[in-house]
């Protein structure tokens, strides 16, 4: 189908942001956000979260351990299909700057740690527009781990990556499971030319080199809001 | 006739074919070309000769039928989502069903396979090394037979039999024709067309639908013989 390769032949713009969990990614990614459209310009959030209609199987399947590498990989395939098509597909064409917190790296870094093969996995998604600016938010994995560890409740089953068999102590597993992660992560990031965006600093230096890295490769001037907020 | 058994690509993480010793006889062709008829008939002489026959097919998998017949009945589903959709089903009966079976010696009759799916997709659109990419997952089969019938002869079936002709069967959600006739004759002339394609690529045996079921499943049992007979 048409959607491949480069350069993006839709107005719109697509911003990703990847990065481990406790990267900063997310807050980084609304301020982004609430800056754009505080000052006018056409902007659309995603995130990676499930759509409905795969919810319910993934969830089924989670639960009674239904899942192998290989399906899991294509069931959260589904459910980027469907969120792709219908939300951030739409929005490029509709000329909208659109910022996605987690895209298609982090299946294929999650995947290819699961074991499945980085080729099918890369074919899987190449459907998918590369982004305009991808912001990789990198720092030491030990920063990340302490982090997401300090003060957060029992870990998930696969969060922990717990299917991998890794390690039976949940905590233990995820560690392992991050660190192969943070590697796949950084294979990706220079595969796909990630902007690299140093974390361990004051959150709002990093929100300044984010809005020039921006800036400099945005014509943000063509994004603006013909009509005021609301209004829309 | 006995190959060492192969995946079309790099298959499924983790899973090895030298334990496979059971064959995979795949069974294809339109809705009404007979093949429930065929497969019922099949199973009942494998089953006398002392076989042991497992059964799958599309849409029957534990982990997403539910949910995919659903999406198809309220049609919400991008062609692409769909797609996904249906791979995961695929690879979830392949994981959970194909290979335990083929492990325990057994001959799994498959009533369609990837290439139903393939040709589904490649009429709506879709690009097939992406598809053979995605379906690089799939073992190879000992036998693939197509059932051909012509569209006109599967039209003539459905009436007569009292039945209605089904949505997608019809393409109707491709937009040929408003006229339920017409979709349904060009859906099922392109979808051969693309069978006929395939072949060329994966070489299986077409067999004449248009007779009466004996002499059709003559003709299969023949096939199937010189496939598991070899080695008694």
Same mark, same amino acid.
């Given at each position: 189908m048409?959607e491949? @390769?480069?350069p993006?032949?839709v107005?719109g713009?697509? +911003?990703?942001?990847?990065?481990?969990d @406790?990267s900063?990614?997310?807050?980084? !990614?609304?301020?982004?956000?609430?800056w754009l459209?505080?000052? @006018?310009y056409?902007?659309f959030f995603?995130?990676?979260?499930s759509?409905?209609? !795969?919810?319910s199987?993934t969830?089924?399947?989670?639960?009674?351990?239904?899942l192998?590498?290989?399906?899991?990989?294509?069931i959260?395939?589904?459910?980027?299909? /469907?969120r792709y098509e219908?939300?951030?597909?739409?929005?490029?064409k509709?000329g909208?700057? +659109?910022l996605?917190?987690r895209?298609?790296?982090?299946?294929?870094a999650?995947?290819? +740690?699961? @074991?499945?093969?980085p080729?099918?996995v890369e074919?899987l998604?190449?459907?998918a527009?590369?982004?305009?600016?991808?912001?990789?938010?990198?720092?030491?994995?030990?920063t990340?781990?302490?982090?997401i560890? +300090?003060?957060?409740?029992a870990l998930?089953?696969?969060?922990?990556?717990?299917d991998?068999g890794?390690?039976? /102590?949940?905590?233990e597993?995820f560690?392992i499971?991050?660190?192969?992660?943070?590697?796949?992560?950084?294979?990706l990031?220079?595969r796909h030319?990630f902007?690299?965006?140093?974390? /361990?600093?004051? !959150?709002?230096a990093?929100?300044?080199? !984010?809005?020039?890295i921006l800036? /400099?490769r945005i014509d943000?001037?063509q994004y603006k809001?013909?009509?005021p907020r609301?209004w829309? | 006739?006995?190959l060492?058994?192969t995946?079309?690509?790099?298959?499924?993480?983790?899973?090895?074919?030298?334990?496979?010793?059971?064959?995979?006889i795949?069974?294809?062709?339109?809705?009404?070309s007979?093949?429930?008829?065929?497969?019922?008939?099949l199973? =009942?002489?494998l =089953?006398?000769?002392?076989h042991?026959?497992?059964h799958?097919?599309?849409?029957?998998?534990?982990?997403?039928?539910?949910?995919?017949a659903e #999406?198809?009945?309220g049609?919400?589903?991008?062609?692409?989502?769909?797609?996904?959709f249906?791979?995961?089903?695929?690879?979830?009966?392949l =994981?959970?069903?194909?290979?335990?079976?083929?492990?325990?010696g057994?001959?799994?009759?498959a009533d369609r396979?990837?290439y139903t799916l393939?040709?589904?997709?490649m009429v709506?659109? #879709?690009?097939?090394?992406w598809l053979?990419?995605?379906?690089s997952?799939?073992?190879v089969?000992?036998l693939?037979m197509?059932?051909?019938v012509?569209?006109?002869?599967?039209? =003539?079936?459905y009436i007569?039999?009292g039945?209605?002709?089904?949505?997608?069967e019809?393409?109707?959600?491709i937009?040929y024709s408003?006229?339920?006739?017409?979709?349904f004759i060009?859906?099922?002339?392109?979808?051969?067309?693309?069978?006929?394609?395939?072949?060329a690529?994966?070489g299986?045996?077409?067999?004449?639908?248009?007779r009466?079921?004996?002499?059709?499943?003559?003709?299969?049992?023949?096939?199937?013989?010189?496939?598991?007979?070899p080695?008694g």
């Open positions: 048409p491949k @390769g480069f993006n032949a107005p713009k697509l +911003v990703a942001v990847e990065g481990l @406790g900063g990614k997310s807050t980084q !990614v609304y301020l982004l956000k609430r459209e505080l000052s @006018g056409k902007v995603t995130e990676w979260n759509s409905d209609i !795969v919810r199987a969830r089924r399947g989670k639960k009674q351990n239904l192998t590498p290989t399906t899991f990989s294509l959260h395939c589904t459910d980027f299909a /469907d219908r939300n951030i597909l739409p929005m490029l509709a909208f700057i +659109v996605a917190d895209y298609k790296f982090t299946a294929l999650r995947d290819t +740690v699961r @074991g499945c093969p080729e099918w074919q998604y190449s459907f527009f590369q982004p305009d600016i991808t912001f990789y938010f990198s720092l030491p994995l030990r990340a781990l302490d982090r560890l +300090v003060g957060r409740p998930k089953y696969h969060e922990a990556g717990m991998l890794l390690s039976p /102590d949940p905590v597993s560690k499971f991050q660190g192969r992660i943070h590697k796949a992560y950084e294979a990031a220079r030319r902007t690299r965006i140093r974390s /361990d600093r004051p !959150v709002e990093i929100q300044e080199e !984010v809005r020039g800036r /400099d943000l001037a809001a013909a009509l609301g829309r | 006739m006995n060492p058994r995946f079309y690509g790099k298959g499924i993480p983790g899973v090895t074919t030298g334990d496979l010793h059971g064959k995979l795949v069974l294809e062709g339109p809705d009404g007979g093949r429930s008829t065929q497969i019922a008939l199973t =009942e002489w =089953e006398r000769r002392g042991a026959v497992e799958v097919g599309l849409k029957r998998s534990n982990l997403v039928a539910e949910e995919l #999406a198809k009945r049609n919400v589903l991008s062609p692409r989502t769909l797609s996904l249906y791979a995961t089903d695929f690879a979830d009966q =994981e959970h069903r194909i290979l335990p079976a083929l492990r325990a057994f001959v799994v009759l396979y990837i393939m040709a589904r997709d709506r659109g #879709a690009d097939l090394p053979q990419s995605v379906y997952i799939a073992l089969p000992d693939v197509y059932l051909r012509a569209p006109q002869k599967l039209m =003539e079936r007569y039999r039945r209605e002709l089904d949505y997608w019809s393409g109707m959600d937009g408003r006229s339920w006739y017409d979709s060009r859906y099922q002339s392109e979808l051969h067309r693309t069978f006929n394609r395939l072949q690529i994966y299986f045996v077409t067999v004449n639908g248009m009466v079921p004996r002499a059709v499943t003559r003709d299969l049992q023949t096939r199937i013989e010189a496939v598991i007979s080695n």
